[in-house]
């Protein structure tokens, strides 16, 4: 996708010709000329929804009104296999998704960003994602037929949360009934780590904890807090096992679609906003911890430490370099030092 660039949005911004198309105020009184539709599966009041709403009001601004962008959060299309199945048919024309979940059965590579306990930082992220792992990933993206945007969407990093006791040893995983997304590497990790872990879409995680299918799950902060599962669970391990973001990616006849100026519309509000969205994420994250004490939720720091060395005993990391690969392995490293 030769118009979802860095260099086009600098390019853009700094000719005006973005937020002069349509001129302050102006709105188009007819129905919009195209109209996509973008769903992801964070609540309404995730960053990541708040950002591409903010989006679809740039792009039908700066559109004056010829491009409608339609937000359907919180799994209303379905879960992300189904939206990832409406995407390439077309039904859906974009998507945020995760990586290291439903994406990575198309395209496998794109999980790498998941591997346990392999970034230490945000800082380690930023470069990875907009250096040679995050080029090497898109292109894997475009290799399999779908387009897809520059800028990623930060979920951040993940935390273990039980209903029953606090996880602060790699030990205390024996046995332990977790829900994870369905993806591979989700539970190849647990498993390395002795838990036992059910493959559960995130529409489907609260009830599955409040009827005790599991006794725990992971996820970011952000989303414990806003999908409210602290009303299902008791303790939060800040464990950073994984970070997690999303590639927003688009149905490619769809795009197509859209002469280049409004591509360059689309491409500006999006990729800009998934920047303002990175930094909000982290602050939440940041943040976050003293309002989920004050919703009962109580916090362990863990024994990082002997989480990885349980990896590296198990084989973990020799067997996913070897299903990644030395190539997308060495971009990887290139930033968070050997795993091995």
């Given at each position: 996708?030769?118009?979802i660039t860095?260099?086009?949005i600098l390019?853009?911004?700094?000719a005006?010709?973005?937020?002069?198309?349509?001129?302050p105020?102006?709105?188009?009184?007819?129905?919009?000329?195209?109209?996509?539709k973008?769903?992801?599966?964070?609540?309404e009041s995730?960053p990541?929804?708040v950002?591409?709403?903010?989006?679809a009001a740039?792009?039908?601004?700066?559109?004056?009104?010829r491009?409608?962008?339609?937000?359907?959060?919180?799994?209303?299309?379905?879960?992300?296999?189904?939206?990832?199945?409406?995407?390439?048919?077309?039904?859906?024309?974009?998507?945020t998704?995760?990586?290291?979940?439903?994406?990575s059965a198309?395209?496998p590579?794109?999980?790498?960003?998941?591997v346990?306990?392999a970034?230490?930082?945000?800082e380690?992220?930023?470069?990875?994602?907009?250096?040679?792992l995050?080029?090497?990933?898109?292109a894997?993206v475009r290799?399999?037929?779908?387009e897809?945007?520059?800028?990623?969407?930060d979920?951040g990093?993940?935390?273990?949360t039980?209903?029953?006791?606090?996880?602060k040893?790699?030990?205390?995983?024996?046995?332990f009934?977790?829900r994870?997304p369905?993806?591979?590497?989700?539970?190849?990790?647990?498993q390395?780590?002795g838990?036992?872990p059910t493959?559960?879409s995130f529409?489907?995680?609260?009830?599955?904890?409040?009827?005790?299918?599991?006794?725990?799950?992971e996820?970011?902060?952000v989303?414990?807090?806003?999908?409210?599962?602290?009303?299902?669970?008791k303790?939060?391990?800040?464990s950073?096992?994984?970070?997690d973001?999303?590639?927003?990616?688009?149905?490619?006849?769809?795009?197509?679609?859209l002469?280049?100026?409004?591509?360059?519309?689309v491409t500006?509000h999006i990729?800009?906003?998934?920047?303002?969205?990175q930094?909000e994420?982290?602050?939440?994250?940041?943040?976050?911890?003293?309002t989920?004490?004050?919703?009962?939720?109580?916090?362990?720091?863990?024994?990082?430490k002997g989480?990885?060395d349980?990896?590296?005993k198990?084989?973990?990391?020799a067997?996913?370099k070897k299903?990644?690969?030395?190539e997308?392995?060495?971009?990887?490293e290139?930033?968070?030092?050997?795993?091995?």
């Amino acid at each position: 996708m030769t118009s979802i660039t860095r260099r086009r949005i600098l390019m853009a911004a700094g000719a005006g010709a973005i937020t002069t198309i349509a001129g302050p105020g102006i709105r188009n009184a007819y129905a919009a000329e195209f109209t996509l539709k973008t769903g992801n599966n964070s609540a309404e009041s995730h960053p990541q929804t708040v950002y591409m709403r903010k989006a679809a009001a740039g792009i039908a601004k700066d559109s004056n009104g010829r491009v409608e962008l339609q937000v359907f959060p919180n799994s209303q299309l379905g879960g992300d296999p189904a939206m990832l199945s409406q995407l390439r048919t077309g039904a859906l024309d974009f998507f945020t998704i995760s990586g290291v979940n439903a994406l990575s059965a198309m395209v496998p590579n794109a999980a790498i960003t998941g591997v346990g306990f392999a970034f230490k930082s945000n800082e380690e992220v930023s470069a990875a994602m907009n250096g040679d792992l995050g080029k090497y990933i898109r292109a894997q993206v475009r290799k399999a037929g779908l387009e897809v945007f520059d800028q990623y969407w930060d979920n951040g990093f993940r935390q273990i949360t039980s209903g029953s006791k606090p996880i602060k040893t790699a030990q205390d995983l024996d046995n332990f009934k977790i829900r994870v997304p369905p993806s591979a590497l989700w539970t190849s990790l647990f498993q390395s780590l002795g838990a036992s872990p059910t493959n559960i879409s995130f529409n489907e995680a609260y009830s599955a904890l409040q009827t005790k299918i599991v006794d725990g799950q992971e996820n970011p902060l952000v989303i414990i807090e806003v999908s409210k599962l602290y009303e299902v669970q008791k303790y939060c391990a800040l464990s950073n096992h994984m970070w997690d973001g999303f590639l927003c990616l688009a149905n490619r006849r769809s795009w197509g679609r859209l002469p280049p100026n409004l591509q360059e519309i689309v491409t500006h509000h999006i990729n800009s906003n998934a920047l303002e969205q990175q930094k909000e994420v982290i602050r939440v994250n940041a943040s976050l911890r003293s309002t989920l004490e004050g919703h009962g939720l109580a916090f362990n720091e863990v024994d990082t430490k002997g989480f990885r060395d349980k990896l590296s005993k198990s084989g973990f990391y020799a067997e996913w370099k070897k299903k990644f690969g030395d190539e997308a392995w060495g971009y990887l490293e290139k930033v968070t030092g050997n795993l091995a």
